[in-house]
Nanobody, 120 residues
């Protein structure tokens, strides 16, 4: 069994910063791509940022220049540094990872989500 556990969410004022963490644990042979998604009430879940196993990152246009995704492969952990936060960043943020259980097979995993609220 594999689990993804997010941490670091909470309430922050507009213009502030937060850093989210997501640690994968369990039966892991290899962690491939990792990503952060978010979903606000009434909205579809959207990709915020993703990062390959070698560190190549991509960002949604809405967060480009403000957010930074990174990873620590030794700890099977992905981070999302969020700066210059805006009220529209308010959402439940979900960690996602494709994890191989052996040389040949794996599947997509999701964390439970963590709430980020940007408000005065």
């Amino acid at each position: 069994q594999v689990q993804l556990v997010e941490s670091g969410g909470g309430l922050v004022q507009p213009g502030g910063s937060l850093r989210l963490s997501c640690a994968a644990s369990g039966s892991i042979f290899r962690v491939n791509a990792m990503a952060w998604y978010r979903q606000a009430p009434g909205n579809q879940r959207e990709l915020v940022a993703d990062i390959t196993s070698d560190g190549s990152a991509n960002y949604a246009d809405s967060v480009k220049g403000r957010f930074t995704i990174s990873r620590d492969n030794a700890e099977n952990t992905v981070f999302l540094q969020m700066n210059s936060l805006k009220p529209e960043d308010t959402a439940v943020y979900y960690c996602n990872a494709y994890i191989f259980h052996n040389w040949y097979g794996g599947r997509d995993y999701w964390g439970k989500g963590i709430l980020v609220t940007v408000s005065s």
